[in-house]
């Protein structure tokens, strides 16, 4: 493996511990990722040169934290009066052997901070959710906009919007306990099924899926079930990606091609992912008799889960399913979804009406999604023109290098 190879993957496995536990000391969200990235930014340009450290994550650890250390020095230099500074630096530099020597340590608690803070409530909702997809993710401005339908500057606001509240209001890194973390959860759970949610097609870039940022949020939600094991929802947002992670290995060919789920080999699901999902589900269940909207996202993967072959899959209890949930939790996506899944119960026609009363739809105007389902809708309906404009529309709005030449190809098949 070359030395950019390296620090790519070294980047998305480790700079959210990294940027977590630089958190904690430092107290401060923009200087952790500063550092962090400063830090990444230094491998690039010595390691291929030097080569690549015995322990990569602990030179990357030290370099971040000399990073943090010289930053802090320059400020109360350039302001005496800095005296709150001075005494948090001296701590720092008391502290910075221990620093190195916590990375051996089990980080989990720090991830659960982070997560936590990051969806403080003195945060406005979107901030939170965009600051903790950039800290845990480790996710760019521009894949963090994708994922919530808004320009790049909006999101690029949001977040320094949300490091500076944080800093300023002091709020302490820490994970809250009783009525405090339960009013979070919901925030905590949007961040974690947008991060796994970029794992399953990312937004952007060469490959169709990233399946360290899925294994990831599906490590996060263990830890937050395993902190609250009596939230139904949390449970339901844990089944959820272990359905969906068990189709991982069968998404793509041996080229990386992607490969959709009516035509994957369901004999290669991951079965072991399926049955905790599937038990997960009747714990959620169990728990509460109305089913939250991630409940209901978990019943609809459990219907393609149990279908032996594409054709046995029960569309008809997935289209009510969808139903639900546009009541529950109602938002364009949803409505997306729900035009594909009556579409498949009830015929074409029927989902293309959905489909066709979202074309207005501000928050839909540069995604792909709206016209990709537009394009399989009218295929299916034998306007094979039309369809294939949709496709080509779709193939200019998508950022995935993997979806763009998916849908190229459909554009210019006979949509047969």
């Not at 929802?233 to 359905?243: D, F, Y």
Request: proline letters at 5%.
């Amino acid at each position: 493996m070359t030395a950019a190879a390296t620090i790519e993957a070294v980047w998305r496995i480790e700079q959210p511990r990294l940027a977590a536990r630089l958190t904690r000391y430092l107290r401060d969200f923009g200087l952790a990722e500063e550092v962090v990235q400063d830090a990444f930014l230094t491998a690039l340009e010595r390691w291929p040169r030097d080569g690549i450290p015995h322990n990569p994550t602990a030179w990357l650890a030290r370099v971040a934290t000399n990073r943090a250390l010289d930053r802090l020095r320059r400020t109360v230099m350039l302001d005496g009066k800095h005296r709150e500074l001075a005494i948090d630096l001296a701590e720092l530099e008391r502290q910075m052997p221990d620093i190195e020597a916590a990375l051996d340590e089990d980080i989990d608690d720090d991830l659960l901070r982070l997560i936590f803070t990051s969806c403080h409530p003195v945060l406005p909702a979107e901030q939170r959710a965009a600051l903790a997809l950039r800290m845990l993710g480790g996710l760019s401005t521009a894949e963090i906009a994708r994922a919530f339908l808004v320009p790049e500057a909006t999101v690029a606001q949001r977040i320094v919007r949300a490091k500076r509240t944080l800093r300023d209001a002091g709020i302490a890194f820490e994970t809250p306990r009783g009525q405090e973390r339960r009013e979070r959860l919901g925030a905590v759970l949007e961040v974690i099924y947008l991060i796994f949610n970029e794992g399953y097609v990312a937004s952007s870039g060469p490959d169709w899926l990233r399946a360290d940022l899925g294994n990831e949020a599906m490590r996060l939600g263990r830890l937050l079930v395993a902190l609250m094991p009596e939230q139904p929802e949390a449970i339901g947002l844990l089944s959820l990606m272990e359905l969906s992670a068990s189709r991982f290995g069968t998404r793509t060919d041996g080229a990386g091609n992607p490969i959709l789920l009516l035509d994957q080999d369901r004999g290669r699901w991951d079965w072991s992912l399926i049955r905790r999902g599937l038990d997960g589900l009747k714990r959620a269940m169990a728990l509460t008799p109305s089913p939250g909207p991630y409940q209901l996202q978990t019943m609809i993967a459990a219907c393609h889960a149990r279908a032996v072959s594409a054709a046995d899959t029960d569309w008809i209890a997935i289209a009510a399913y969808y139903q639900a949930l546009a009541l529950a939790a109602p938002s364009p996506i949803v409505e997306i979804n729900r035009a594909v899944a009556v579409g498949m119960a009830f015929g074409p026609a029927q989902g293309l009406a959905i489909a066709d009363a979202l074309r207005d739809e501000p928050r839909l105007k540069d995604t792909h999604l709206l016209p990709t389902v537009r394009g399989d809708l009218l295929a299916r309906l034998g306007r094979m023109e039309e369809a294939r404009a949709e496709f080509r529309r779709a193939a200019e709005l998508t950022g995935n290098a993997r979806e763009r030449a998916l849908l190229l190809a459909r554009a210019g098949s006979n949509l047969s």
